[in-house]
């Protein structure tokens, strides 16, 4: 594993895949979005509002896999001292965070037509809020401290502890009555989705995915140039 | 082309979900490759300060007895 926490190793790695993720952005986004808003049909429901859901989701989702890497990252920052854990966890946090907005506000224009309220406090909107706030008390924590690495292991610390919302996220809709409606593409017995509505669905995630695998990496690599531009600095002291 | 815009009655919901979700991710792309631009501008201008104090330092000559460069 230690291959990988190479600084120079890992700047060729990424600079190797950006071309590819920002080209997997690109494609996916721009047949997403046609699909989402064009071709998908409208629900025999909920009308064109339906539409949101090709937004809601993949955010979502997004979410939730950026904070669940940044859990991830910092464990093995925490564990192993991994230079680049680190990093990768600080790059992560404000892409998730944002994902985990705007989740929140498409949900938020969603209900509104559709629930006639812009919000209610159940267990799913509440615990996607919790998300929210535990991104940004991350990112607080992490500035928090005049030494930055005692302050990185203040946030994953915090990071692993509010891990333990992300199961109940995602099981929030099972556990307990709410007005959001339960999972349909993850699911036992397959999707339960209109192949029409979910194969669109799956092209927006792949561009969500593709788009967050761009941002980390070049958010690490400005961490890494941050880690080096600190180095010198205090060697331009010392030395 | 008015029944696209209009979305069924909801395009009040429907444009300013998309709008947001791609003023957001675009805001996000902008700071990241500005901020990585800017660190690492700053990157090369220390490094080539610190090669040019190691090359003064290297070519002055040797004063006292006993200093090697």
């Avoid at chain 1, 989402?36 to 509002?49: C, E, K, M, W």
């Avoid at chain 1, 267990?123 to 990185?152: H, K, V």
């Avoid at chain 2, 500005?34 to 000559?61: H, I, N």
Wanted: hydrophobic share 55%; charged share 15%.
């Amino acid at each position: 594993m230690h291959r990988f926490a190479n600084p120079t190793r890992f700047l060729r790695l990424a600079d190797a895949i950006l071309p590819w993720s920002i080209a997997a952005t690109v494609l996916a986004l721009a047949a997403g979005l046609v699909w989402a808003l064009v071709f998908s049909p409208a629900d025999y429901q909920q009308g064109d509002t339906v539409r949101i859901m090709y937004l809601h989701v993949p955010a979502a989702w997004m979410g939730l896999f950026a904070y669940t890497a940044m859990a991830v990252a910092s464990a093995v920052a925490l564990i192993w001292k991994h230079p680049l854990a680190d990093l990768a966890a600080k790059a992560s946090a404000p892409v998730g965070a944002c994902f985990t907005f705007l989740c929140l506000v498409t949900g938020s224009l969603w209900g509104k037509p559709m629930w006639g309220t812009w919000w209610v406090w159940d267990a799913r909107l509440t615990s996607m809020l919790i998300l929210l706030f535990l991104y940004l008390g991350y990112m607080a924590l992490q500035g928090a401290f005049d030494d930055p690495q005692r302050g990185q292991k203040a946030a994953a610390v915090l990071a692993l502890v509010g891990f333990v919302n992300v199961p109940i996220i995602k099981f929030s809709v099972d556990w307990w009555n709410t007005l959001h409606q339960p999972a349909s593409v993850v699911k036992m017995g397959g999707p339960a989705i209109d192949p029409a509505m979910l194969v669109p669905l799956l092209v927006m995630t792949i561009g969500f995915k593709a788009y967050y695998v761009t941002l980390l990496l070049l958010r690490i690599k400005a961490e890494v140039a941050d880690a080096k531009i600190r180095a010198l600095r205090l060697t331009e002291i010392h030395g | 082309m008015n029944g696209f815009l209009s979305m069924g009655g909801y395009g009040g919901y429907v444009w300013p979900a998309y709008a947001l979700t791609f003023l957001v991710l675009a805001a996000l792309g902008v700071a990241t490759v500005s901020g990585l631009r800017r660190k690492q501008k700053t990157l090369e201008l220390l490094q080539s300060s610190v090669r040019s104090a190691r090359r003064r330092r290297d070519d002055a000559p040797a004063s006292g007895p006993g200093e090697t460069a």
